[in-house]
């Protein structure tokens, strides 16, 4: 029985690793570095303190600042970022993710975010979809990151439902962990083969429906 559905943001609903990616690029260069896609990729799902230290390890730089310095850098890059999500509109949520959204909501089953984002509340907004959400968990209400399954049990308490009711929708293999270790089924969205642990696997929304979700997880 699936009761809740809870998505992760970056990746699944919305495609923000490119600007995460270029803010973190805006930072690197600034320090005298080429951020590489291998190291962007690795801050997907990370969080943003966890997600500067993979970049300064990139460039060479790892253990080299002091706490204010990396706490300076961390608000430069999001302020780039938010910069890039200022210009988000509904049309950049992924393809399919809305038809989804409204069946989940036209069958009763609750939809909740799971991000580990400080910035999924604004970005939800940007695009329109607050009002389709039940309950929303980011980074600013837990305190433990992916892989630790908080801000899915957490997203589970706010709906009202036990874990084993809920399926998780996750694009990094940290998301598919944290998933697991909340007794939680999962679908992992997107080629990664590091998603190879998640219950389902499906390249994206386009086509998906609760029916098919319910066939394989159930
Ligand atoms: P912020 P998700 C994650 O979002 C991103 O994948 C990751 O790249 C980012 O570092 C993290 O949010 C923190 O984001 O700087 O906006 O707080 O995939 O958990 O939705
Ligand atoms: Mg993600």
């Not at 992916?146 to 809920?166: I, Y």
């Amino acid at each position: 029985m699936i009761r809740c559905c809870i998505f992760d943001l970056d990746g699944v609903v919305v495609d923000t690793a490119r600007y995460h990616f270029l803010a973190w690029a805006e930072l690197a260069r600034s320090l005298g570095f080429e951020l590489t896609p291998a190291a962007g990729e690795a801050t997907k799902g990370v969080s943003r303190m966890a997600s500067l230290d993979i970049v300064l390890e990139a460039g060479g730089f790892a253990g080299r600042f002091a706490p204010e310095e990396r706490e300076c850098m961390a608000a430069r890059k999001n302020d780039r970022y938010l910069e890039f999500v200022g210009r988000m509109t509904p049309d950049d949520v992924l393809p399919g993710v809305r038809p989804f959204l409204g069946e989940l909501h036209a069958r009763g089953v609750k939809i909740v975010l799971g991000s580990a984002s400080k910035n999924a509340g604004t970005i939800l907004d940007r695009c329109g979809l607050r009002p389709l959400f039940d309950a929303v968990v980011d980074g600013t209400l837990v305190a433990r990151a992916k892989p630790d399954p908080e801000v899915f049990v957490r997203g589970a308490e706010l709906a009202g439902e036990v874990p084993a009711a809920c399926v998780v929708f996750e694009d990094a293999a940290a998301g598919i962990e944290a998933a697991a270790r909340a007794g939680m089924r999962s679908v992992g969205v997107g080629p990664s083969p590091a998603l190879a642990a998640a219950t389902l696997r499906i390249a994206g929304f386009e086509g998906f429906t609760f029916d098919r979700l319910a066939a394989a997880v159930d």
